[in-house]
Structure formats: structure tokens, C-alpha cells
């Protein structure tokens, strides 16, 4: 099994600001094909929005990319998501997840094995 740690939010950020989150990843991760980062708000479904698989390719959906970075240290087993420019839209729950198959699309939620947590982000 895989164990998935989110850290980084909990306080408020400005509109406009720069924002940091980890994912320290524990566990059996070498199947891992791909890492992602997601976010969801209440009453809306999961959004993904990025994410990078075994080679480091990347890939972001049209809301945060220019904005968000996802990058990786694998000495330190630790997926990163730097947020800038930050807007109130992007008050959400934001959650790291693992697949270890090929199946479904790389934003498809129900395609990730293994999640973490959440942590909140909150922007005014």
C-alpha cells in the first residue's frame, strides 16, 4: 500500500500570493505511473489539475497553467505544487493522489489508487 501526507494550507493566503504544498509519499511507490495533484470545493466534483507521471512529464489543466508548478524529489519521496498568482476561486480542499495503472485519463479521479487527506487553501 501507498500513504499519501498533504501539508502546506491551513492558513490564508492573499489574492495574488505564492503558496507551497507537499505530499510526503511512504510505502510500496514503485508501481507509481503518475501523480497528481487535485482540488475540490463544497458541492463541486474533484478537479485535477495537475500532474506528473514516472518520466517527470507534466501536464495542467487550462485553470492553472502559467500558474501552478508540480515538481518532485525523489530523495525525498515528496511531491510539490507551487501555486502563484492566487485567486479567490482557488479556496478549496486540495488533495494528492497515486496510480499505479494505465487506465482511465490523466484528470479522471476515479482512476487514482491511492489519496491523500487534503489540505485546506483558503485565498481572499
Known amino acids: 500500500d501507498v500513504q499519501l501526507v498533504e501539508s502546506g494550507g491551513g492558513s490564508a493566503a492573499q489574492a495574488g500570493g505564492t503558496l507551497i504544498l507537499s505530499c510526503a509519499a511512504s510505502g510500496d511507490i514503485d508501481s507509481s505511473r503518475c501523480m497528481g495533484w487535485f482540488r475540490q470545493a463544497p458541492g463541486k466534483e474533484r478537479e485535477g489539475m495537475a500532474v506528473i507521471d514516472s518520466g517527470g512529464r507534466t501536464t495542467y489543466t487550462d485553470s492553472v497553467k502559467g500558474r501552478f508548478t508540480i515538481s518532485r524529489d525523489n530523495g525525498k519521496n515528496t511531491l510539490y505544487l507551487q501555486m502563484n498568482s492566487l485567486k479567490p476561486e482557488d479556496t478549496a480542499r486540495y488533495f494528492c493522489?497515486?496510480?499505479?495503472?494505465?487506465?482511465?485519463?490523466?484528470?479522471?479521479?476515479?482512476?487514482?489508487?491511492?489519496w491523500g487527506q487534503g489540505t485546506q487553501v483558503t485565498v481572499s
Open positions: 493522489a497515486l496510480k499505479t495503472t494505465s487506465s482511465g485519463t490523466w484528470f479522471d479521479a476515479r482512476a487514482y489508487n491511492f
